[in-house]
């Protein structure tokens, strides 16, 4: 199970949340409200603001105006607490190809002092125990990379997983795969918001839609 | 300067995990041993080969260890950091709130111990090759400079390699940014390990305030390291 703090229930709630890369608001006034286990397909044109997002959330930007609390923390006072609870993964796996499967997530749940009961434990949980374990990174497949990015994030505790195109680059099986873990990932308490361009696999997976457009979100609601 | 946040590790565990890391995929790939250790004996036989004289060899031994090692820093400076960027490692790092100061200090430990080793052997091989003259009275010299002198190489080859990772044109930036810095690091040891090698007759106690100069630079350069480490990878 992913570990969380109780009675926090609402995990991402931004409101007229406004980002600026540049002097650009990629984000101008976006409200929306993610609960805890969903599962949020963000669909949208390229540039219209998904990835900016998906940072905003993460706390590696600053919110400039409007209202933004994640996982219960403020992103205008505090958005350097919420890294270390939210796990992102973007174009890249963030992984050591001369480093195994194992030796990998545990470097990533070290970060935050997991324990090798955790770390061997989220291994398990993305079917990368026994054999593929030990496995330098740079010999698997890009699904079984993407799979050991994620089982990083579960080693990491992260409770909130913003993921940037996941289906990128993987074929079919690994497609499934990353759906199954997705979907498991959201049973066990953790929250996911993918940005997607594959709409009909993403909406698939999803609980929810909603759609980015010039820097706002709308609501689209179930698939 | 980025603190660590409830949760995560704090600054000493991750620098320790770091370093660990960083030493792991050293021994894995082996490229120290494998490229940077042999392209440093290259250059020693090359200037071996340029100068041609035994006694100019033994005279100019000290500056050419030094030399040899300036050129490795950058192979390996860019290797500790193509490791991090290569699958967007280093931006992880960040993104999950490990603190830079750790990551700073991790990666010039691990940056250390491998210069370490290198100057080791090019100290062997000047001995060697160039007939460097290697007494055990200088002995501690020649370590404490060593020490001194890898360590304000990996702090500056650490802070620049950070600034240079995410540029463009990295590999020919970073050469340009690190080897005026290091100059000082260049003369002090090379003094230092003079008197510690006796070249022309100078006495081992000339070498030590070499050495201090190389304390400041360390000193200096992994504090200034730690501080601006987070911002520049930030930006």
């Known amino acids: ?223 | 300067m980025s603190n660590s946040v409830p949760g995560s590790a704090g600054v000493i565990a991750t620098a320790r995990l770091i370093a660990a890391k960083d030493l792991r995929v050293e021994r894995r790939s082996r490229v120290l041993l494998n490229q940077v250790l042999p392209f440093a004996l290259i250059v020693m036989v090359m200037f071996a080969f340029a100068l041609d004289s035994d006694a100019v060899l033994e005279r100019v031994a000290p500056g050419l260890v030094w030399l040899a090692t300036l050129f490795s820093v950058l192979v390996m400076v860019s290797r500790s950091f193509a490791v991090e960027t290569g699958d967007g490692a280093l931006d992880q790092l960040r993104s999950a709130g490990v603190p830079a100061t750790g990551i700073f200090i991790g990666k010039m430990l691990a940056l250390m111990v491998q210069l370490m080793v290198l100057v080791a052997l090019l100290v062997g091989a000047a001995v060697v090759l160039y007939r460097a003259h290697f007494s055990w009275a200088g002995g501690v010299l020649l370590v404490t400079t060593a020490t001194a002198a890898t360590c304000g190489l990996a702090a500056v080859g650490t802070l620049y390699g950070g600034l240079a990772a995410g540029a463009k044109g990295r590999e020919t930036l970073l050469p340009l940014l690190l080897l005026p810095v290091v100059a000082p690091v260049l003369i002090g040891a090379t003094r230092a390990t003079e008197s510690a090698f006796g070249t022309n007759g100078i006495a081992i106690s000339e070498g030590w305030p070499w050495l201090g100069l190389l304390v400041v630079f360390a000193v200096l350069f992994s504090v200034a390291g730690a501080v601006a480490f987070g911002p520049l990878l930030d930006e």
């Open chain 1, 1 to 223: 199970m992913i570990a969380h703090e109780p009675g926090i229930d609402v995990v991402i709630d931004l409101s007229d949340a406004v980002a600026v890369l540049g002097s650009f608001p990629a984000l101008a006034g976006a409200t929306l409200s993610v609960n805890r286990g969903e599962i949020v397909l963000l669909r949208g044109p390229n540039g219209a603001g998904k990835t900016t997002l998906l940072r905003l959330c993460a706390g590696l930007i600053p919110l400039e105006r409007g209202h933004g609390q994640v996982l219960g923390i403020d992103l205008k006072n505090d958005r350097e607490l919420v890294r270390h609870r939210v796990g992102v993964i973007g174009h890249n796996n963030g992984l050591y190809g001369d480093l195994t499967v194992s030796e990998n997530v545990r470097f990533w749940g070290r970060t935050v002092g997991a324990t090798r009961a955790e770390v061997d434990a989220a291994l398990r949980r993305m079917g990368l125990d026994g054999r593929l374990a030990d496995l330098p990174v740079s010999r698997l497949s890009a699904g079984q990379k993407r799979r050991t990015a994620l089982a990083g994030l579960v080693a990491r505790r992260a409770e909130l997983w913003l993921l940037d195109e996941p289906h990128a680059g993987l074929d079919a099986t690994g497609r499934d795969e990353l759906d199954q873990v997705l979907k498991m990932a959201a049973a066990a308490g953790a929250t996911v918001m993918v940005a997607s361009h594959e709409l009909e696999r993403a909406a698939q997976l999803a609980t929810r839609q909603v759609e980015v457009v010039a820097g706002q979100v709308r609501e689209i609601g179930a698939p």
